[in-house]
């Protein structure tokens, strides 16, 4: 029953720490600067980035969602064909499964689930700001708990190395993911696939995802191309594609 609290929560924490692992970037080459200013530039940076990749997941879904008469003729085919070859009588249909009260009883959760979203999303970015806000009082709290500014230098020299330690293991990730998703965009662009951009973004998330996150894209991005083109050559392209760039990236630059 916590779920609501603290996964804003923690989608706070690692922004925060993408905003420290910037605001150490940014510092070596900008170093005279406040660092008020290269915080509240890295957080800056960090939330368009962020709103552009909603304001484009958002377009991708709508436009997903303008193809779905297309979809659902494709998918009734390839259900056909299959259904054809297995030697069945009756072939199911989208149709018929459509029309069935499990999709009735599916609309009260998804919508439950979206308003959850934006629910989450106002509490992540409260605390956020909260956290950002009163990162200047951590220093005095801890010196009030050790006693003594001995102990407090020493609390403060641990929290700052296991800081280091999760930022830079977050950029790897991110970096890594950025790497994955710029080579997947690269070939599903060339394939043909429609909205590249979104499913680039779509993979860079999911790269979050300790390996079964490439994995789930790739699946998604090649039901996706069965959809769109009448062969299947695109679908497998694309996920093979999606596959060797993960690969590649997880073994010659991640270790």
Known sequence: FLRTILVPFFVALFLVTLIDGLVRAL?????????????????????????????????GASRLA????????????????????????????????????????????LASSLGDFFAG??????????????RGLLARKLEILAGSEERTAKLL?????ISR?????????????????LGSGVALYVIGLQDPLFWTILIFLLTYIPVLGPTIGS??????????????????????????????????LQP
């Open 165 to 181: 330690g999760a930022g830079d293991y977050v950029w790897v990730q991110t970096v890594a993911g950025a790497i994955i998703a």
């Open 66 to 109: 303008a193809y779905a008469p297309d979809i659902v003729d494709r998918v009734d085919s390839l259900i056909g064909a299959l259904s054809q070859s297995a030697g069945l009588a009756q072939p199911l249909r989208v149709a018929d499964l459509a029309s069935s009260d499990w999709v009735v009883s599916l609309a009260t959760p």
């Open 121 to 134: 999303a106002t509490l992540t970015a409260l605390f956020l700001g909260f956290m950002l806000a009163s």
């Open 27 to 59: 510092g070596h080459r900008w170093s005279a600067g406040p660092r008020w200013v290269l915080i509240a530039g890295a957080g800056g940076i960090i939330i368009v980035l962020l709103a552009v990749c909603a304001v484009t997941l958002g377009y």
């Open 219 to 252: 699946i998604a991005v090649a039901l996706f191309a069965l959809v769109q083109f009448p062969t299947y050559w695109q679908a497998i392209a694309a996920f093979a594609a999606i596959q060797v760039v993960s690969n590649l990236v997880g073994n010659l």
């Open 157 to 161: 020299h641990v929290l700052d190395r």
